[in-house]
């Protein structure tokens, strides 16, 4: 954590340099530390700093920062509200801390198997993106020439970021967490709005305030462990015990939610969109949207059968639905990610509020599978865009001739999102499996439906890609080579975890569920299950190997494809009755008409904001 | 278990063409007499394939090749999965797999009329696939497994429990079999709007494939319906073979009868009867349990 102050004054020719060896150091110790934690037989530790007074004012100082730099630029841009919920979420932790109010004398950190899968994640996925942001900022400012360069600032957030992210894993004492996580969210309100555009600050000042208001729920619940139960520790949380703790865990499951960008609280990720770059994107979606979902997972054991995890459980599905069909009617590549980003979170919280040991499961694989998935097709995405200067899936139309490398990339990675035998398909079907034995019927249905226009906003996309047009050039590939650095590991990530899963099951998810659950949990999927799902992915590989084969010794007539008038060679054009060449398009399906982002936005906050205000005024009035 | 697998799956391997093709030509002979007509012979459908066998194949590009084979490939090991005993939901995810492949083909030829079929044809996928996933949730709610050699051993038919699913299951049969009201995609009869859609630019041995394909889907289809019958008890498997027999001349039988529709319409009308009658019953099962 300390290689990131480091990186903060580097001057422009050195910085690749730092950021690849500053990364992978950070890389290798994150990955060195989940190994022996994954190895050593007892992995649950937990440590008690004696000398914690200096780095609790740090943190004192560091909250006392955040709240005067959002209150700045709330006074600069005129957006006076963030100031409110900033001095509501801070003043009061402060107030406790400062007179000595806080429970004392608890373990600060806890590192187990699950922090260690998700520092694992966090290190190696969080650390790629920032190693291909090194290379894309200095393209995207060759773009962009309007924007003034302060890439050395955003790549120092990206940074602070990944710290925060780290420190916040790691953390067992609530006030820690508390603190990491408002980190967060004013990096990220600083990351949107590095362009300074009107519209990007219109942006962050909407993440800054719906996260902040996660924060005054965090901080709401912070204060009712400590003030009210004597608790000050996550862990003391979970193992419940008093009635009363269901309290704080609603507030935090509400921050988890405005974190992870559940329905009402989505409009934040799409707005981080029009961030400047993909990395600022995809590290919205591949790991910062995991905190609020690695919050959920940690408290579900306690929402077992309790209102708040079903009605966490019918925030998760509702969104997974209604994001997936809004994901159909948008054609930018970045918006298709962004909602079909949102639609697996809510899926993720739907498995972890269930609260059983197979949602659990479900839930950590699919963390798993989808920042892998998600921050790979994120990257492509963003490559293209500086290749052919659009990200509009339209555009796309046959990548597969124009740039063959990024396409075969690209379909590995859309292939890992939504097709049968690799990982986010197998968690889905553990979380079917969850959702049946928890008897959550409306769940299931949620799922199915979700399921169908998953499939269809993917397979589109990916038809796109692998349209062949005739007479069509490739492209200058100018990917630079620090963008593959981080494009290859994830690519191969991806295939080997296809056949990795049994092996993280028992080794990484297993113990998870152990530590969680406190007994002995069966395996989720059987044996011959896998057998078959190894099967299938070696056939997968298989197939364009054995139709090689088969079409040796077999002479195929090339020609042109069918449009019902004369091809006139490119696939693009075609000679009419009267003899005049006209132009051809095929668009893909958007039925905007009748789920469009204009009809089903609005009336899907509304339910979804519904249902959050029934779930806090019935769980904290409750216990009122 | 594992030996009865494999032998199960190879004669799946070898009879579901034959009795697909069969089928199919039943069908026609069905809908020929429906009509007044003659119709052609029931083995007709073999030297439809037999001849495009024998024909040479013209290709658009060297992909859709490799799609179709996948496709023909998927669909072969989804059936050996289901015929073998195999687990009800990794057969619907494989069949969707397979699905995918064949909509890939005709994407990549980039003609008009393929990718508007392939088009639909997603969108008839969007249609179903709650309905196939559903069923096997079905099934596990009323034996308590996904594993098709244990639905087999039940002590009572499925139906009884199940029968909102079944009702459902062969709605959506509708789609799955490319039978009128809903074949958008593409269509066994000559008078479509969009030449022959999904499959306009396929030819010889790869239009071949995609028959024999559709062959082993036919008869996988029928094996689950087949399975809202079957017990432990060796007669209710007469039964199972009478309710796909009637099944499938019902599906004929409303192929004839009604115009092809609107694709929002088949959206809203499927799933409006999934949620309604397989919904319900799921509701009332889960009250039950």
């Known amino acids: 954590m300390a290689a990131l102050i480091f990186i903060l004054k580097e001057a422009s020719p050195l910085r690749s340099a730092v950021i690849m ?189 719906m996260n902040l208001l996660g924060g005054c729920g965090f901080a709401a619940g912070l204060m009712i462990c400590n003030l009210g139960l004597g608790i000050s520790n996550l862990s003391q949380v979970t193992e419940g015990g008093n009635e009363l703790v269901i309290v704080p865990v609603t507030l935090f499951a509400f921050a988890a939610l405005t974190k992870s960008a559940q329905f009402p609280f989505s409009r934040w990720l799409l707005g981080a969109m029009v961030a400047p770059t993909p990395s600022s994107a995809l590290l919205h979606s591949a790991t910062m949207v995991k905190i609020g979902v690695y919050m959920l997972i940690r408290l579900s054991p306690i929402m077992y059968g309790t209102l708040t995890g079903v009605m966490i459980t019918v925030i998760g599905g509702f969104t997974f639905f209604t994001a997936s069909l809004l994901a159909i009617t948008v054609s930018d590549g970045k918006k298709v990610l962004a909602y079909s980003t949102i639609s697996n979170l809510g899926l993720i919280t739907a498995c972890a509020g269930t609260g059983t040991p197979e949602g659990v499961w479900a839930a950590v694989m699919l963390v798993l599978f989808h920042a892998v998935s998600k921050s790979l097709l994120f990257q492509t995405v963003g490559d293209i865009e500086n290749c052919m200067h659009s990200r509009d899936i339209e555009d796309m139309h046959g990548l597969i001739i124009k740039l063959p490398r990024l396409a075969f990339i690209m379909i590995i990675g859309i292939c890992g999102m939504f097709l049968a035998p690799f990982g986010m398909l197998v968690s889905k079907w553990a979380a079917l499996k969850s959702f049946v034995d928890s008897g959550s019927v409306w769940l299931v249905l949620f799922l199915v439906f979700g399921s169908g226009s998953t499939l269809f906003y993917w397979a589109k996309w990916l038809g796109k890609i692998c349209t062949v047009i005739h007479q069509s050039f490739e492209l200058e ?123 089903l936005l609005s009336p899907c906050v509304w339910v979804a904001a519904v249902l959050v205000a029934v779930m806090l005024i019935v769980v904290v009035g409750g216990a009122i | 278990m594992e030996i009865n697998f494999i032998i199960k799956a190879v004669l799946y391997l070898v009879l579901a063409p034959l009795l697909g093709g069969l089928l199919s030509g039943t069908d026609r002979l069905f809908a020929a007499r429906m009509q007044g007509r003659q119709g052609p012979p029931i083995i007709q459908p073999f030297y439809d394939v037999n001849k495009l066998l024998h024909k040479q194949t013209t290709v658009v590009n060297s992909i859709q090749v490799l799609f179709v084979t996948g496709y023909l490939i998927m669909t072969v090991f989804t059936g050996c999965l289901f015929f073998g005993g195999g687990d009800m ?41 709650p309905m196939t996933l559903l069923v096997a949730i079905g099934f596990y709610y ?148």
Not at chain 1, 27 to 49: T, W
Not at chain 1, 57 to 73: K, N, P, R, S, Y
Not at chain 1, 554 to 572: I, L, P, Q, W
């Open chain 2, 142 to 289: 009323a034996q308590g497994s996904f594993m098709v050699s244990d639905l087999v051993k039940a002590e009572t038919p499925a139906i009884i429990q199940l029968p909102g699913f079944f009702i459902g299951f062969v709605f959506i049969l509708i789609i799955k079999l490319r039978k009128s009201p809903f074949d958008l995609s593409t269509s066994h009869h000559m008078h479509q709007e969009m030449v022959k859609g999904l499959t306009t630019d396929l030819s010889g041995n790869n239009l071949a494939f995609v028959e024999i394909a559709e062959w082993y889907d036919t008869i996988l289809m029928m094996g689950i319906v087949g399975m809202f019958f079957i017990t432990a008890n060796p007669i209710s498997r007469i039964w199972a073979l009478i309710a796909v027999i009637v099944v499938f001349f019902i599906e004929t039988l409303i192929d004839n009868i009604f115009p092809r529709v609107k694709y929002i319409t088949m959206l809203k009308v499927t799933w409006a009867v999934i949620l309604v009658f397989a919904g319900t019953n799921l509701l009332i099962l889960n009250v039950l349990k």
């Open chain 1, 21 to 209: 060896l500053g990364g992978f150091t950070i890389m290798a110790s994150a990955i060195y530390v989940a190994v022996n934690v994954l190895i050593s037989g007892d992995p649950s530790q937990f440590v008690y700093l004696e000398h914690t007074h200096i780095s609790d004012t740090i943190a004192v100082c560091g909250e006392v920062f955040l709240m005067l730099l959002v209150c700045f630029l709330s006074i600069k841009y005129k957006k006076y509200y963030a100031i409110i919920f900033s001095l509501a979420g801070t003043i009061p932790v402060l107030w406790m801390d400062l007179t000595g109010r806080a429970v004392e004398g608890n373990a600060h950190v806890r590192i187990d198997t699950f922090a260690a899968v998700m520092y694992l994640i966090v290190g190696v996925v969080g650390i790629l993106i920032c190693i291909y942001a090194s290379g894309y900022m200095k393209d995207y400012h060759h773009h962009h020439t309007d924007v003034q360069d302060r890439s050395n600032y955003f790549i120092a957030l990206m940074f602070v970021f990944l710290g925060a992210m780290f420190g916040l894993i790691s953390s067992d004492s609530l006030s820690w967490i508390y603190f990491f996580w408002e980190i967060t969210s004013v990096c990220s309100f600083l990351m949107i709005g590095y362009t300074r555009t009107q519209e990007a600050v219109n942006n962050s000042f909407r993440a800054l305030w």
């Open chain 1, 477 to 599: 590939d100018i990917t630079p080579r620090s963008e593959m650095v981080s494009i290859f590991p994830l690519t191969s990530l991806i295939i080997i975890m296809c056949f990795a899963f049994p092996w993280m099951s028992g080794n990484m998810i297993q113990p998870i569920l152990d530590e969680a659950f406190h007994t002995n949990i069966p395996d989720v999927i059987g044996g011959s299950d896998v057998i078959i799902m190894m099967i299938m992915v070696a056939m997968v590989f298989m197939i364009p190997i054995g139709s090689r084969f088969l079409s040796i010794g077999k002479k195929s007539k090339m020609t042109m494809s069918y449009v019902a008038g004369v091809n006139a060679g490119d696939d693009r054009h075609y000679i009419d009755s009267f003899g005049k060449e006209r132009a051809l398009y095929m668009s893909n399906w958007y039925m905007r008409d009748f789920f469009g982002e204009d009809k």
């Open chain 2, 89 to 129: 939901l990794l057969v619907f995810f494989a069949l969707s797999m397979s699905e995918v492949l064949m909509v890939m083909a005709a994407f990549s030829t980039n003609g008009p009329y393929s990718i508007m079929g392939a088009q639909r044809e997603l969108l008839q996928m969007m249609c179903y696939e």
